[in-house]
Nanobody, 125 residues
């Protein structure tokens, strides 16, 4: 069974840090591009960070550049991390992990092959 399971969300004060994890199992996720997305209440889901299957190529939303870092570990199960530093109240959202065989597809989240269930991140001011 194909699964993406996110963890690591929580409540943090502005300026703090969190690290999100996404464990991918049940398919050859080591060959898939992965992304972290977020959706705030009343807003569309947006791409936060993307990483290619090899981990060599990454992209970030302008709003998180210099503060967030995406990485992956393909050693056993594929695990994708999102290190979030200098968090701001506007980073508050449900964060989702997504995957697709095609890197460019990560920029069209409505068409992704796989999604996790999401983890809540709340940043207090």
């Amino acid at each position: 069974q194909v699964q993406l399971v996110e963890s690591g969300g929580g409540l943090v004060q502005a300026g703090g840090s969190l690290r999100l994890s996404c464990v991918a199992s049940g398919s050859t996720f080591s060959r898939k591009s992965m992304g972290w997305y977020r959706q705030a209440p009343g807003k569309q889901r947006e791409l936060v960070a993307a990483i290619s299957s090899s981990g060599i190529i990454t992209n970030y939303a302008d709003s998180v550049k210099g503060r967030f870092a995406i990485s992956r570990d393909n050693a056993k199960n594929t695990i994708v991390y999102l290190q979030m530093n200098s968090l701001k109240p506007e980073d508050t959202a449900v964060y989702y992990c997504g995957a697709d065989s095609i890197y460019s597809q990560l920029f069209s989240p409505a068409r992704l092959d796989y999604w996790g269930q999401g983890t809540q991140v709340t940043v207090s001011s």
